[in-house]
Each structure stands twice: as C-alpha cells, then as structure tokens.
C-alpha cells in the first residue's frame, strides 16, 4: 500500500503540467515471475488476478486521486487507464461521494465499443465492484447518466459490436467465461432495483442473456459425488435476472423464447452450483422465487433429476448451518418446502 501512496505524491506533485503527467504516466503492474505466467497485457490476466491489501485501513477519498488520474489519462493512455480501473475495482472501498459522478462517467467512456478490449474489459471489471453502489436509489435518480448511458456501456463492453457475429476466440469472443461471469454478476445485482428493468428489456441484455443460456449451461452433472472446479455460477445468475425481471415489467418476447426444458435445466443448475454463490450477499432474497418456478417446472423432470436436486438442496442446508443466523432460516425454509415436493414427486415415480 505505502507504493500506492508513493505514486499520489508523485501524481499530485505532476498536478496540471503535462510535463509531470508524462512522467506520472509511467505506472505500471509489475509481476514477479513466481506470482503468475501471465503478462498484466494479457487478457486472461485481467480476470484471474486479484490484488490483496494488508492493513486496509484507508478511506473511500484515498482513492479519488486515482478517478482524476484516470480523467487524464484514459483518452491517450489504454494500458495506464486499464491499470487504474484494475487497482479501483480490487480497492475494498470505492471513491468518495464527491467524486462519484466522475467516475462513472469515466466507466462509460471506458466500457464504449471504441475502445480496446482490455479497457473495455478492466471498465467492466471496475463496474462489479462497484454494482451495490449503482443499485442503490441514490445512484439511479441521476436516470439520463446512469440508466440510460451506463446500461447501454455495459452490454458494449460484452458485445462491441451488436448485429455482427462475433469471433469464437480472442477477448470479444461469443462466450468467455470469466467475462460473462461478471457481467452476469453484475446485472444480476442491477436487477434488485426494479428501476433498471426497462433499460434491460430496451438495450438489449435480457437478448443478451437468453442467447447465452445454451453456453453457461453447458457441463455435465454428477449424481454420486461433486465436481465443481472449472464450473462457474452463471446459470444461478441468469435464473436470478430471469425471475426478478417479469415479462410484465419488460413487455419483451424474449423471456418467452426460453423452452420449459431450458428453464427446467437452469432450475436444476442453478441449484446444484447454489453452493458456489451462498457468499452472495443477496443469495438469500432469491431463494422464495427460485423455489416456486423450480416447482412450476420440474413436473416433467426424471427420477436422477429429482434425486440430484434432493442431494443439492441437502448439500446447501449443510453449508447454511455454518452461516449467519438469517442465512440459515432462509436457506431452511426454503429447501424444506423443495425437498418435500421433490421428495413426494419421486415416491410417485418409484412406485
């Protein structure tokens, strides 16, 4: 931390010389060899690495010096602006208040189709970490900025180019796994405001979201023991943005387009990777409505169907046990009411 705090000094002693800013625009990540074989400039980098602060005892307005040096260099300088927008969305804290508004603009700018990926990608990155603050209704009165500009940044940020038919390699690929991860992480926790709905449905992310379905689903299931390295969550996300964004609320077909069969194994999915996704600190709220579409669409599921779910449900309750206290009665009560109905569904078919 006390290298971060060195280069404030150097960048407030620049201050408005373009002379000093030149200088100050040699900051740069530097690995150890032994830390990680991938170069900072490589995109898997951007998503597998993360920075870990000892003794954060700083504030929110530590960090604004870094949104004004992004304000200066984010327009001639990708790799510095890249940087900066990794550094902010590791920080446990974000700007202040007062700076706020800057730096979601500066997200947009960054997040635009123009830019080049690793900017676009690290804006996306700065973006989740800074989704609670961009849910929140003090955020979102600004609608012009935030809900207009900043809902349609994110989906460029994903899909730079919309109507083409993107690459099956390279940053801006149809799927990447890390990216649309926290892409859906980050829409799904949008979606607990109902404002941001519309703006969903209008730019293009519930589209978005649905052409997906195929992808993020897409890795076997074991019934006798669990394999969840290399899986990732984001059936769970996309069943959360599904269930808390209504057609009624969007007047869009595009929920409509999704067959039962597809709900069903997102249903299922989602409550095998349930585990992966309890740290979530919204987890919880969903489980209610999770549980009644589970049970709106598993009438047609199989005996090993049923069976997994039953061993999932049991799997996250044994999890819940060690959690807070709200944790725990939200987790029992919900798996309770599933367990029994899946349990009374596979009697009938066992008999």
């Given at each position: 931390?006390?290298?971060l705090d060195?280069?404030?000094e150097?960048?407030?002693?620049?201050g408005?010389?373009?002379?000093?800013l030149?200088?100050?625009?040699s900051?740069?990540?530097?690995v150890k060899?032994n830390?990680?074989?991938?170069?900072?400039?490589?995109p898997a980098?951007l998503?597998?690495?993360q920075?870990?602060?000892?003794?954060n005892?700083h504030?929110?307005?530590?960090f604004?010096?870094?949104v004004?040096?992004?304000?200066?260099?984010?327009?001639?300088?990708y790799e510095?602006a890249g940087?900066?927008?990794?550094?902010l969305?590791?920080m446990?804290?974000?700007c202040?208040?007062a700076i706020q508004?800057l730096?979601?603009?500066?997200?947009i700018?960054?997040m635009?189709?123009s830019?080049?990926?690793?900017l676009r990608?690290?804006a996306?990155?700065a973006?989740?970490?800074f989704?609670?603050?961009?849910?929140s209704?003090?955020?979102?009165d600004?609608?012009?900025?935030?809900?207009?500009?900043f809902?349609l940044a994110i989906?460029?940020?994903?899909?730079p180019q919309?109507?083409?038919t993107?690459?099956?390699?390279?940053?801006?690929?149809f799927?990447?796994?890390?990216?649309d991860l926290c892409?859906?992480e980050?829409?799904f926790?949008l979606a607990?405001?109902s404002?941001?709905?519309?703006h969903?449905?209008?730019?293009g992310?519930?589209?978005?979201c649905?052409s997906?379905?195929a992808?993020?689903?897409?890795?076997k299931?074991?019934?006798n023991?669990?394999?969840y390295?290399?899986?990732?969550?984001h059936a769970?996300y996309?069943?959360?943005i599904?269930?808390?964004?209504?057609?009624?609320e969007l007047s869009v077909?595009?929920?409509s387009s999704i067959t039962?069969?597809q709900?069903?194994?997102?249903m299922?999915?989602?409550?095998y990777l349930?585990?992966?996704v309890?740290?979530?600190?919204?987890?919880?709220?969903?489980?209610?409505?999770?549980?009644?579409?589970?049970?709106?669409?598993?009438?047609?599921?199989?005996?090993?169907?049923?069976?997994?779910?039953?061993?999932d449900?049991?799997d996250?309750m044994?999890?819940a046990?060690?959690g807070?206290?709200?944790?725990?009665?939200?987790?029992?009560?919900?798996?309770k009411?599933?367990r029994?109905k899946?349990s009374?569904m596979?009697a009938?078919?066992?008999?």
């Open positions: 931390m006390w290298r060195m280069c404030r150097i960048y407030s002693r620049a408005n010389s373009p002379a000093g030149q200088q100050a625009q900051f740069r990540f530097i060899p830390e990680s074989p991938l170069a900072p400039s490589a980098w998503w597998r690495h920075i870990l602060w000892q003794n005892s504030l929110p307005k530590d604004d010096w870094l004004d040096y992004l304000d200066n260099v984010y327009s001639n300088n510095t940087d900066i927008l990794v550094l969305s590791s446990r804290v974000n202040s208040p508004r730096y979601i603009e500066k997200l700018t960054c635009g189709s830019m080049p990926p690793r990608h690290a996306l990155r973006a989740h970490s989704r609670e603050v961009l849910a209704a003090d955020v979102v600004d609608a012009d900025m935030v809900l207009t500009k809902s989906l460029t940020a994903v899909c919309l109507g083409t993107p690459t099956d390699d390279g940053p801006d690929c799927f990447h796994p890390d990216r892409y859906l980050l829409i926790a607990r405001n404002v941001w709905h519309p969903f449905s209008r730019d992310h519930i589209d978005r649905t997906i379905i992808k993020s689903c897409d890795f299931m074991h019934n023991y669990k394999i390295r290399g899986h990732q969550p769970f996309l069943v959360g599904f269930l808390r964004t209504t057609p009624e077909t595009s929920l039962e069969h709900w069903w194994n997102m299922r999915k989602a409550w349930a585990v992966l309890f740290g979530n600190t919204h987890f919880v709220e969903l489980l209610p409505v999770l549980v009644e579409r589970t049970k709106k669409y598993m009438c047609s599921a199989s005996g090993s169907d049923l069976e997994q779910l039953i061993d449900v049991d996250l044994r999890l046990k060690q807070r206290p709200e944790q725990r009665e939200g987790v029992a009560v919900a798996a009411e599933l029994g899946a009374d596979l009938k078919i066992s008999q």
